[in-house]
């Protein structure tokens, strides 16, 4: 089943998208946690409380070496939650991650900017890749086809890891993205603000009120 998550850890904002529409969980990585000013721990044990069961968590290890990845992991997936291990596919990620997936730990595979570095993490073992999508793009490489090829190769080689593509700036990013068949995306509060958001769609649910309450006024449809 298709996973949507919620790239951020404003717990106001998750809640308000956890009411209408199936958030599976978030996704987090150093940079959204500092300017969150609260850590993991309190994050989780709030978004337990607003998501409850059957959420899942994806959040970054911070050391720089296997070692200290590796413990690191370990402490992260010891965490009462549904905890997904997020490490760089760097050299010493992809190290890691070998070691990692040996403890039978989920890991996301992030910071991914090519086809090739994605297609080593995955044979690595990771269970989900994060394409940087419009950070690719703001390198002047078209972030989408890395997504399409990357799809591509995790078909033809049957291998078992889920394409999580993160990094969007707009609906048109997210909706091409979706057409590759990506089985989960994680999306900026704005960006899925967005994708609700047509001009159209007021206007038009303005319009059934005004005609109803002229010919009903206050009646309800079934009591019409
Ligand atoms: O975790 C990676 C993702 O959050 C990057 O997104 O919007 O900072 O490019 P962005």
New binding site residues.
Partial sequence: MFELYL?TADVKQIARFHACLPIKGI???P??LAQSGIGLNQLLLELDTVLGTGARFHA?IVSQTVNGMVEEAKRLHELPYDMVI?IPATETGLTAIKKIKAENITVLA??IYSVQQGFLAALCGADYL?P?V??IYAMGTDGVAVVADLQLLLNQHQLNCKLLP????NTQQVMDVLKIGVAAI?L?YDVAAQMLAHPAVQPVVDKFTSDWREAFGDKLSFES
């Fill in positions: 790239d996704t987090t990585n940079s959204i970054q997020k992030t910071a994060a940087y419009n950070r993160a990094s969007f700036k994680t900026p």
